[in-house]
């Protein structure tokens, strides 16, 4: 419509109404990198949620302590009138967690001596380092289980039969040995039945799994059984997309940790941890440069136990190797077995304060998912 002079009125909606800008607070809480800021004196004034997960303390724990307590590194020999970045480092996280990690530090102009650090650590290339280092662990465990197998388990039928028609022959201080040799045959029948487990090589068949119903499953049969007096908490994300995975697998291996979690606590009343959480950017480099694999889903088991005795950390995967006095040292063996069998990663850790005992999984997300990255990324 036109006015008198040539002037216009335009009609229609309003203009949309432009939403203030968000606080730097908010942006600070916001971003994914870890974020600490600290003072002229290294002390931390303020940390952000990702600092929160990377640290495994609360922002009150860390506010008001050293930036050295933090990350192993004092960052007072670094001029703090300007800017750095140091790529590939080790640090050392609270409870003594050594970490490859790159840090930034830029400081606050308007604050003398405040700088804001970044810290982004490198906890997936740990991961698969571990579990390189024990693959030839789990392929000899394999070679032995299969040959033991087949020469031990056998000749033990005809032993324990023996053993059976010499009592009903034998005076009664006699078989009380016989019963001895039947038990003890029966004993060493079921160690090789557990490491049968390790001689099958096919391939599993990996379908899309609700890891929240199995880790219900495994849960009940362990409050039912070995774990029962035992709390068994719950820390889930519930948005968290199905697995790539094989039920009865999963099952068998969740229901090993939490066993070995029971046993490592040893008294009734401790509390076991089950949590779930999506990991952005875990990938593990697959084999013959056939680009990296995808393992956002990380499942963890949490006990308040002493962990392992510091010698056999390295080797704790590895088969017949066990602190406990009845064990036989193949739980974990077959745990990692039966991981890689779903190409993840498992990983023992110590973390937070008071230290608890962490036993991670990494797994693939089912292909075709919602929102679904592929489970094959490019070199």
């Given at each position: 419509m036109a006015l008198p002079g040539g002037s216009l009125i335009r009609f229609g909606r309003k203009p949309a109404t432009v939403p203030d800008r968000p606080a730097l607070s908010e942006l600070f809480a916001a971003l994914p990198a870890p974020l600490l800021t600290i003072d002229g004196a290294g002390q931390v004034i303020d940390a952000n949620p990702a600092a929160e997960n990377l640290l495994n303390l609360s922002r009150a724990a860390i506010t008001g302590r050293s930036i050295e307590e933090m990350i192993g590194h004092p960052l007072t020999s670094v001029s703090n009138d300007a800017p750095f970045a140091a790529y590939d480092i080790d640090i050392v996280l609270p409870v003594g967690r050594p970490q490859r990690a790159d840090i930034m530090v830029a400081p606050l102009p308007e604050r003398q001596g405040w700088r804001l650090v970044v810290v982004h650590g490198h906890p997936p290339g740990h991961m698969i380092g571990r579990r390189s280092g024990r693959e030839g662990g789990t392929l000899t465990a394999i070679g032995a289980a299969a040959m033991l197998a087949h020469e031990i388990k056998n000749p033990l039928s005809g032993i324990r039969g023996a053993a059976q028609l010499l009592e009903a022959s034998a005076d009664p201080d006699s078989r009380d040995l016989t019963r001895l040799i039947r038990d003890e045959v029966d004993r060493v029948a079921a160690l090789i039945d557990r490491m049968e487990?390790?001689?099958?090589?096919?391939?599993?068949?990996?379908?899309?799994?609700?890891?929240?119903?199995?880790?219900?499953?495994?849960?009940?049969?362990?409050?039912?059984?070995?774990?029962?007096?035992?709390?068994?908490?719950?820390?889930?994300?519930?948005?968290?997309?199905?697995?790539?995975?094989?039920?009865?697998?999963?099952?068998?291996?969740?229901?090993?940790?939490?066993?070995?979690?029971?046993?490592?606590?040893?008294?009734?009343?401790?509390?076991?941890?089950l949590k779930t959480a999506y990991r952005h950017g875990v990938r593990m480099r697959m084999e013959q440069g056939a680009g990296h694999r995808s393992l956002p889903i990380e499942v963890s088991v949490i006990d308040e136990g002493p962990g392992a005795p510091p010698e056999i950390e390295e080797h704790l995967f590895d088969p017949f190797v066990t602190s406990k006095r009845s064990g036989g040292g193949l739980g974990l063996a077959l745990v990692e077995k039966l991981v890689a069998d779903h190409g993840g990663m498992v990983e023992y850790a110590r973390e937070g304060m008071p230290p608890h005992t962490v036993f991670r999984l990494l797994l693939p997300r089912a292909l075709g998912a919602p929102g679904d990255e592929g489970n094959k990324e490019a070199t």
């Open positions: 487990g390790f001689t099958d090589t096919r391939p599993i068949e990996l379908g899309p799994q609700n890891i929240h119903a199995i880790l219900a499953h495994a849960r009940e049969v362990a409050l039912q059984g070995f774990a029962k007096g035992f709390a068994i908490r719950e820390l889930y994300d519930p948005s968290l997309p199905p697995v790539m995975g094989h039920r009865d697998s999963l099952v068998q291996i969740l229901i090993n940790l939490l066993k070995n979690a029971a046993e490592a606590m040893k008294s009734e009343g401790g509390t076991i941890t």
